[in-house]
């Protein structure tokens, strides 16, 4: 049986997978759990192959595995009827899909952006918060936010890359979300892609 993920072992560093093509999200999953990188996969809720999340946790059931860009309670049990271990999303999510979401055993990352965006994702039984997008923020933004909100997780999405996640994760994020940046514009071979997932898991256990 798959254990349920939960703020400590959810990964510091997820993958996300934004209308990719197929081979590529293929050669991704598959390199994460052969190797065992320890790193999640997001595929969001409008990419085409969005439905091939059930492949993959049928296929890959230890692998952190879930939905982005989850928006309401139907993009919730769709994330659910698929398998999903944990759904993103880039806004704060009502308490009805938080709630439906944690009865099915899922772990949920809302998105959120001001102090009040923080505290109502807090208040709405978020497991982790999702700063977006944190590349735009200040060095001391965690911090100052912690002051008054107390040590709420935080996961930066946004501008993130393998030069710059060290330097962020440095000004207290507890995680990080990176998609485009990682492997360009061209499509990667299944050594590029091996080598770019090898250095974020190393880069993402300093």
Sequence with gaps: MTSQLTVATYPRATVILRDVAVELADAVVQTIADERLG?????????????????????HPQLAIGAGTVLDVADAQAAIDLGCRFVLSPIVLDRS??????????LVVPGAYTPSEIYTAVRNKADIVKVFPIGQLPASYIKDVRAPLGDVPIMGVGGVSIANMGEILSHGVDYVGLGSSLFGEAPPSREQIQFVLRELALDAQR
């Design 97 to 106: 899909v938080v709630d439906l979401c944690h009865a099915a055993g899922l």
């Design 39 to 59: 790193i999640a996969v997001e595929i969001t809720r409008n990419s085409a192959n969005f439905s091939d999340i059930e492949r993959y946790a049928g296929e």
